[in-house]
């Protein structure tokens, strides 16, 4: 009897290695009974789990059931993701704990306010535990290690899972990024042999651009948590308000050839501003994590990688508002199986380890509870204590010129649980002014006091030289705002401001002879695109001019003249012109004569005409994705104006006529091939505008569309006799510590360059996440933005690259033909909230065409 069972268990073990379907119990605890009543993973989406990628709708459709069939489960939808996925939740907790969750929730809540909190006894209280899932949709073992860490919290029974429930509220959150899961599920499951390929060169390892690991823009959404640009951040963010986790775990994978990784990281690459307790409990939960892994034979590492420093990622964000948040990181198939210096790493084996840490961290919670509950309470004791021995004791900030992007700016801090207020009165502070119309007041007294400070400081000092993401986001000069710390509050309205654009006004009577816009505001290049897509004739002023009621308007300014409007009449350009005032906050000035014995009349040459840009943006191999989404999102979702994304592989046979501005984002590779590039070269000489960014100025440069002079990288180290020296050890530590992975630096502005039309500070902070240098021109008319001799604001940069980064272009124009090339070496439109520089790429695509050929390099 005793062979036959091993007969059959040597059969099985053959069976399952040539990759048939992982059976429930590969993955499960042992000596666990299951609720019969519960349905399985298989008994819903017809196959067992790791057998295949679960689509986004399978995944739903079996948490749905599970909701149906448990009283441990309740199923919450939050929100939508940009193609109208749902965004959900599933709330794990024992039934009786469903019967008072809102009591508990408030409790738990008030631990996070110091009037409330002393007096809440911890150990009668469940501690919150947020388990997220697979916020890049490539990274599929997370997603899938859900549906069974739902299933066995559904339907495992006995004294251990009781407890846990008892002690423990679960938020479960399976998908983070169901547009990316998606896209990268069909790819997969579509390749996928009955014997699975595990050559790394096989289709289904090689998804096609730009992956499954972005969402529908293309964006990272792991860097998205602080400033929650998108749906998908946004419901999140509004969950962890809402309940305050004690711990939030983020599943992830990485590459092929490693192993699985969970936190600490690096213990030197811990944000200041986090508490030494938060890593002191991230490291006990660790043990708590490699036993697990260690009972099924799993290789694994800590504190050698990562970091838990910037705030906008989801395993650190939590650092800093009482929580903690732990990084897992899972070695990945891409697939069903590849093979790697480990061997052959399968897909059920990727999620067996997700879901053993899930469970390894349940037990670490449920373990910790008393002192995870202690430790968010004295959080914000500390916080608050901390705020009353700040001498600062708020933050003014706003934008004369521009009511949007201060208002947005407050309400990003207003969803992150910050109480921002409109400023009661105008007044000047160290030679700024703020008004009451578009300024904000940031008390620092408040429970987010910690976060406030990581949103708002400058910091150019670090303890290490190494960073995963990026060293600098302080965000009032992201947003290009004015901003000063004050020592005492002033007067405010305490009421939380409206986040809806406010209406511009209209100013002076309804005339028949001319119209002027200030291009100042944020959603200007929306009206000005309404303007030309209706076909009405725009004209910008090159030069400045006098408003009849002693109005000053700028260069760049919007000039629409009534007369010879052979497209339009009158009344619909009044239509326009209100629906442009009411819907993008621009005022719009009547004027009744071109007459300016002062300045320029409306009449002169110096008003230039428009055109209508008929954008493609460059899309594909060789394309950094993220810089593409988020150039293709800026227009789309800001400023609705349409645009082509235009792949490599059309670029090369297309007829590029039917557009007159090509936008190449940052661009590496050989994908536009030689029949490509000169058709290129011809329509900028035929008048298109080339707009490039980042590394597609250097392949502009070398393929003879433009010329901008790059910097030459010189070595600068320790010698001895004229030979470079240094410890073989230290290879990957030096050089890593030269990328400047994201700082923001000052640049000088020539407001008159049609480049910096819009803006009214003489500096601009710019971002930067490269080493890509740019001389500045020999044509003194040509370097319309350039970093001033001590430009860093804020962030990281090494001893050895700060020289080079000083002095140098941001921007440069090239004239060839009839057309124009444009270069910049700093992403513009950095993850959606560099609102500060947006206007610069929208300057480029308008205003592109009329730069004077006499202002190029």
């Known amino acids: 009897m005793t062979r036959i069972f091993a007969l059959l268990f040597f059969l099985s073990a053959i069976t399952f290695h040539s990759h048939a379907q992982p059976a429930l119990g590969y993955y499960l605890p042992e000596n666990i009974s299951y609720n019969p009543q519960i349905p399985t993973p298989k008994s819903i989406v017809g196959h067992e789990i790791g057998a295949w990628h679960l689509s986004h709708d399978k995944l739903i459709q079996y948490l749905k059931a599970l909701d149906e069939s448990s009283d441990r489960i309740s199923m919450n939808v939050t929100g939508a993701s940009h193609e109208m996925r749902p965004l959900?939740?599933?709330?794990?907790?024992?039934?009786?704990?469903h019967q008072n969750l809102e009591d508990l929730r408030q409790q738990h809540v008030a631990l996070t306010d110091t009037k409330l909190s002393t007096n809440l006894d911890t150990r009668k209280m469940p501690a919150v535990f947020y388990m997220g899932f697979s916020v890049h949709g490539d990274e599929a073992s997370g997603t899938n290690a859900a549906a069974l860490t739902a299933y066995y919290l559904a339907a495992a029974q006995g004294k251990e899972i009781d407890s846990q429930l008892q002690n423990v509220i679960i938020i479960l959150d399976p998908c983070l990024n169901p547009d990316g899961m998606q896209r990268f599920s069909s790819w997969v499951n579509v390749r996928k042999s009955i014997t699975p390929s595990a050559d790394p060169n096989d289709i289904e390892h090689r998804e096609a651009w730009p992956g499954g690991?972005?969402?529908?823009?293309?964006?990272?959404?792991?860097?998205?948590?602080?400033?929650?640009?998108?749906?998908e951040s946004q419901?999140?963010?509004?969950?962890?308000?809402?309940?305050?986790?004690n711990v939030l775990t983020d599943h992830h994978e990485m590459g092929t050839n490693a192993t699985f990784f969970f936190q600490p990281g690096v213990p030197s690459r811990n944000h200041p501003l986090t508490p030494s307790k938060n890593y002191e409990l991230t490291k006990r939960m660790a043990s708590f994590h490699a036993r697990a892994l260690d009972d099924i034979g799993s290789l694994y590492y800590t504190q050698e990688d990562f970091d838990d420093f910037y705030y906008g990622k989801g395993s650190t964000f939590p650092d800093v508002q009482g929580a903690v948040g732990i990084l897992f990181e899972q070695g990945s198939a891409r697939g069903h199986a590849q093979e790697s210096v480990n061997g052959i790493v399968r897909f059920e084996f990727a999620i067996r380890n997700q879901f053993v840490t899930s469970l390894s961290s349940l037990r670490a919670v449920h373990n910790l509870r008393e002192e995870l509950l202690n430790y968010q309470r004295q959080f914000y004791k500390d916080a608050t204590s901390e705020a009353l021995k700040d001498p600062i004791k708020a933050i003014v900030f706003g934008a004369n010129d521009d009511k949007v992007r201060a208002l947005h700016f407050a309400e990003i801090l207003h969803r992150q649980q910050i109480d921002v207020y409109p400023l009661t009165a105008s007044q000047s502070i160290n030679g700024k002014n703020f008004t009451n119309e578009s300024s904000y007041v940031v008390p620092l007294q408040q429970a987010q006091y910690k976060l406030i400070k990581s949103m708002f400081e400058k910091r150019t000092s670090f303890q290490d030289s190494i960073f995963y993401d990026i060293s600098g986001w302080t965000l009032p000069l992201a947003f290009g705002l004015d901003y000063e710390e004050l020592k005492t509050v002033p007067q405010h309205n305490n009421k939380t401001p409206t986040f809806s654009i406010p209406a511009g006004k209209r100013i002076g009577d309804k005339t028949d002879y001319a119209y002027a816009i200030e291009t100042k505001g944020f959603y200007t290049p929306r009206s000005l695109f309404k303007l030309l897509a209706h076909g009405v004739r725009v004209k910008i002023s090159t030069a400045p001019f006098n408003h009849e009621t002693g109005k000053k308007f700028s260069n760049g300014t919007i000039l629409i003249p009534l007369d010879n409007?052979?497209?339009?009449?009158?009344?619909?350009?009044?239509?326009?012109?209100d629906d442009i005032a009411t819907q993008d906050g621009v005022d719009v000035y009547a004027c009744r004569s071109g007459l300016d014995l002062e300045g320029t009349s409306l009449g002169s040459n110096s008003f230039q005409a428009l055109r209508k840009p008929e954008i493609a943006l460059i899309v594909g191999e060789g394309v950094t994705a993220t810089d593409a989404g988020e150039i293709w999102h800026l227009l789309d979702t800001r400023y609705r104006i349409p645009v082509t994304l235009l792949s490599?592989?059309?670029?090369?046979?297309?007829?590029?006529?039917?557009y007159n501005t090509i936008i190449l984002p940052s661009y590496s590779g050989t994908s536009i091939n030689e029949i490509g590039r000169e058709k290129l070269k011809a329509w900028v000489q035929n008048g298109g505008v080339l707009i490039g960014f980042e590394n597609a100025v250097s392949w502009i440069n070398n393929n003879g569309l433009g010329r901008f002079e790059m910097k030459k990288d010189e070595v600068v180290a320790e010698k001895k006799n004229d030979v470079l020296l240094r410890p073989y050890?230290?290879?990957?530590?030096?050089?890593?510590?030269?990328?400047t992975s994201g700082a923001i630096f000052e640049a000088?502005?020539?407001?008159?360059?049609?480049?910096l039309y819009g803006y009214d500070h003489l500096t601009i902070s710019v971002f930067k996440s490269?080493?890509?240098f740019m001389e500045k021109s020999k044509n003194p008319y040509a370097n319309p933005l350039v970093l001033t001799g001590a430009p860093l604001q804020s962030g990281y940069i090494s001893k050895t690259n700060y020289p080079k980064v000083k002095d140098t272009a941001v921007v440069g124009v090239t004239g060839i033909g009839q057309g124009q090339v444009i270069g910049f070496t700093n992403n513009v439109c950095f993850r959606a909230f560099w609102f500060g520089t947006h206007k610069l790429l929208t300057n480029a695509i308008f205003y592109g065409p009329i730069i004077s050929s006499k202002s190029s390099r």
């Open 88 to 97: 959900i939740n599933l709330i794990i907790t024992s039934p009786q704990n």
């Open 235 to 245: 419901a999140r963010v509004k969950v962890f308000h809402l309940w305050k986790p």
């Open 748 to 755: 000088q502005a020539d407001l008159t360059h049609p480049l």
């Open 770 to 772: 490269n080493n890509i």
């Open 213 to 231: 690991r972005f969402n529908h823009y293309w964006f990272d959404l792991n860097r998205d948590w602080l400033v929650a640009q998108h749906p």
């Open 565 to 577: 409007q052979d497209r339009v009449n009158a009344n619909q350009i009044e239509y326009l012109l």
């Open 648 to 658: 490599t592989d059309v670029l090369n046979r297309a007829n590029l006529s039917r």
């Open 729 to 739: 050890a230290s290879i990957a530590r030096y050089t890593d510590a030269q990328a």
